[in-house]
């Protein structure tokens, strides 16, 4: 019937022989973007002409359902059931992109067409989703095959085409179908490891919260030499309430909004930190010494820890300024929180912050959460299987924390099935996910494709946690 040494071996000439090449080339060639209008049928063909066949020919039973929110993308599941009494699975991944972005791409490279360079494979959706979910799949059929069609367990998946759009009608669609999905854990793909060469484990996102600070004086603008000086700018005082939220080094100044009001990453979260590298930017950015709360590991700072960012800000005209005081000012603002805080007391708290320190005038609209931060404890028995798996199929230490840096719908699961969360990440923090030049590194990626090879044989094995 095979070994686990043969069925790793299976999935890595899968890869080396090109075959998996070809295959995340034919996910990518399809234009998914639920992002842009127009888009819906590229969607769906992604799922049934693509995705289906595929599920199918490993013994899927596949129903694609209609989004419960009007004009997002279907949502697929997928049921192999092989014996109800051994441990069950659900997958999660997600076949929509962002938008293709075409006219920004480097010359010789588009969104819709993928492109191999060196150690990189460039096309949209190669690192967010498709390449993950199809490392995943792909190592799945490498140990049906070298076990003659048996897994030993059970599988189901979710593969969802709004993610992209803060996942609408997920969280009612999973709940409506809680019965049929239910399993005992959730491990799935997506997002950076914390390094591209180390192996990672994330038992959680970090979520994100969202608002407006917004001062509106008057219906226009007034001349800045006769009313400068006389009269409020708007700007002025928006950019007071920002500085009042985090100091001139990233520390934020608004306490309430940090996990424990502040008093310190927690211990159990700062143990599986401990010694947790960060990296692989690419130069897409820098790590800077000194931003952030001070005291904190680069890993606690971005895993453990709240961060507040502008993400826009505008007042007048600033492709074409005029010598005016502003009529108004406004700026999106974003939290991304663990689930140490509480991001109900958010908006309460940054009224009462701006109120003291005499910003009355600035106000906070469009508050509300976009995706809730989710946690399994990083000792949980099925974190540490995996870890162990890992490990065993790959060499090397493999790293577990606590939660990515980033938002993805795992609260959606724990909260309607009560399944832990083992997120195994593929991508890097490099590979340009949102925007041009989105690419998958090869060796991470090969490394996926084993490291789940291992997993889907161990899943049949004795030893596995239920529950």
Known sequence: MGTRDEALARAGRFFDEGHFRTLLGDLVSVPSSSQEAGRVGEMERYLTGLIQPWLERLGFTVTLHPNPEEGFGPI????????????????????DTVAGLDEQW??????????????????????????????????????????????????????????????????DFVAAHAEELAADALIASDGPRVEPGLPTIATGTRGTWHCDLAVSLREGGVHSGHWGGLTRDPAILLAHAIASIADKDGRVRLRDWLPGGGAGVPEAVRAVLRDCPVGGGDGAASIDAGWGEPGLSDAEKIYGWNSFIVLAMLSGRPENPVNAVAPWARAHCQIRYTVDSNPSGFEPALRRHLDAAGLELVRIENAGLRMPASRTAPDHPWVRWAQESMQRSLGKRVQIIPNSSGGLPGDVFVDHLGVPLVWVPHSYNGCKQHGPDEHLLTAPAREGLLAFAGMWWDLGEAGTPRG
């Open 106 to 171: 480097s010359e010789g490279l588009e969104p819709w067409r993928l492109t191999d360079r060196g150690d990189r494979w460039y096309g949209r959706g190669t690192a967010d989703n498709k390449g993950q979910h199809a490392i995943n799949l792909a190592a799945l059929e490498a140990v049906l095959q070298e076990r003659g069609g048996r897994l030993g367990a059970n599988v189901k998946l979710v593969l969802e085409m709004a993610e992209e759009r803060g996942s609408k009608g997920l969280r």
């Open 76 to 95: 697929l599941t997928a049921l192999r059931i092989e014996d109800p009494a051994r441990p069950t699975v659900l997958l999660y991944g997600h076949g």
